[in-house]
């Protein structure tokens, strides 16, 4: 099958980028060099293109609630204008997606799953939809364009865009006649936006945020360093830390699930989980030394037993050293002395709590 294209995708060949495939799609993976991309979003500012993310938008007399008794977390928790991390679940509490929810009204919500799930999340949702109650797929019809990092307030503001919004929430902007929606959301861990645009009008905005940002030292960053920079974070990707087999339990997303809501998919399965404490679950493990962990590398105890595996592994850029996300036996204690078998090495790991690095996203 061949693989999608972003409306951006000239700009990316121009800018001489490494493609690779996500989710169907042929995506920029690095420009510069993944660390220097990394480090950018960390310190200065950098602008992704995210349009493989999948999007959907659920309308209708009811259509808030709708939503709330399918996926996990709590829209009762939030009012229109703001964002919320959820999950889609099947009925055996694994977790067919995460995705970002945004509650326009109580007859309107827009989603943004992950690509490869989107045609998944949206046949489910259709499928479960009573009458009155559209559920319609965007993927290909919008275009979302990343500003993140310290001084991305500063290349909204050039550009005359909404910046003083709570983190979570959204307004409305636009660039040379392009309406598009201004998400204050990211996926990085530091202070930044998601701008949800017509694919009509994506390369004028990109064009705009590059020519803005030039003052601030902005950096096009591709998916290489959006990938160390979540790591950084502990946050999780489906396909690793959350699949059809690890449910939100099992990946410390219980935050995200509305426990005393009368029901949403995969509830009772959810709730034996939570009550039993035997599943394994996500931590994170930081290198004693120079091993580096990788997905799949089992993970032992001091006496060399395997107590679990390595779901995300990599070089930090940020603290110089390996960091990965496992899922490990339930009752491993924090600071434990552990080991990876790396490479046919055994390597020493700590066992911490993420993130790794601390979190600027909510900050004023």
């Not at 420009?31 to 493989?52: C, I, N, P």
């Not at 930044?192 to 694919?199: D, F, K, S, T, W």
């Not at 003052?215 to 790591?231: C, E, N, V």
Request: hydrophobic share 40%; proline share 5%; charged share 20%.
């Amino acid at each position: 099958m061949d693989l999608l294209h972003s409306p951006l995708h000239d700009r990316h060949v121009a800018l001489g980028a490494k493609f690779a495939e996500f989710g169907g799609w042929e995506m920029p993976l690095e420009y510069s060099g993944v660390v220097s991309e990394h480090t950018a979003v960390r310190e200065g500012v950098g602008v992704f293109d995210v349009s493989h993310l999948g999007k959907a938008v659920v309308r209708g007399t009811g259509a808030a609630d709708f939503v709330n008794a399918c996926l996990t977390n709590d829209l009762g928790r939030i009012a229109p204008g703001k964002a919320q991390y959820t999950l889609c679940c099947d009925a055996d509490g694994g977790t067919v997606d995460d995705l970002i929810v945004y509650l326009r009204s109580a007859f309107e919500v827009f989603l943004i799953p992950n690509a490869a799930n989107t045609a998944a999340v949206v046949a489910r949702l259709q499928a479960a939809a009573p009458e009155g109650i559209e559920v319609v797929d965007q993927h290909r019809e919008l275009a979302v364009i990343a500003v993140q990092g310290p001084k991305s307030d500063e290349v909204l503001t050039a550009l005359g865009l909404p910046i003083d919004h709570e983190y979570m929430s959204f307004e409305s902007g636009a660039i040379d006649g392009h309406e598009f929606t201004v998400c204050r959301t990211g996926y990085t861990g530091e202070r930044g936006y998601e701008l949800v645009v017509p694919a009509a009008g994506a390369g004028a905005v990109w064009d705009a945020v590059v020519a803005a940002g030039q003052p601030h030292g902005i950096a096009p960053a591709g998916l290489g360093a959006r990938d160390t920079l979540r790591t950084e974070m502990g946050y999780p990707l489906h396909g690793h830390e959350l699949s059809d087999e690890i449910s939100p339990v099992m990946a410390r997303a219980g935050w995200a699930v509305g426990w005393s809501k009368p029901t949403f998919w995969g509830k009772e399965a959810l709730e034996r989980q939570r009550s039993e404490k035997t599943v394994r679950t996500l931590r994170g493990l930081k290198a004693e030394g120079r091993g580096i962990p990788r997905p799949g590398m089992v993970v032992r105890d001091a006496d060399g037993a395997v107590i679990g595996e390595i779901t995300s592994g990599t070089f930090s850029p940020t603290l110089r050293q390996g960091i990965g996300l496992a899922l490990l036996d339930p009752g491993v204690p924090d600071q434990a002395a552990v080991t990876v078998d790396v490479r046919k090495r055994s390597e020493a790991f700590t066992v911490v709590k993420p993130p790794f690095v601390t979190a600027t996203t909510s900050g004023s």
